[in-house]
């Protein structure tokens, strides 16, 4: 399975006003995130500790679920 931090890559570059393109964009410039995970557990906790660009876990559980279909 990739990396979550690989599958969020192709929605960088979106509408700025989409929350999914924002995530993907925060994270690509966060370089402490974990860029070779697939654990859901290990990711949700380290953006609720350091994922100031993220609104909301919502957003991350919705990208999760869509990471999963697709892997």
């Known amino acids: 399975m990739r990396s979550f931090y690989r599958y969020l890559l192709k929605f960088r570059d979106g509408k700025k006003d989409d929350p999914v393109v924002r995530l993907a964009n925060g994270v690509y410039y966060d370089h402490s995130f974990p860029k070779n995970s697939a654990d ?4 949700s906790r380290y953006l609720e500790m350091n994922g100031d ?16 279909q697709e892997a």
């Not at 859901?40 to 990711?43: M, P």
């Not at 660009?53 to 999963?68: A, G, N, P, Q, T």
Request: no cysteine; hydrophobic share 45%.
């Open 53 to 68: 660009y993220l609104e909301s876990m919502s957003i991350f559980d919705e990208v999760w679920e869509r990471f999963l």
């Open 40 to 43: 859901y557990d290990e990711i």
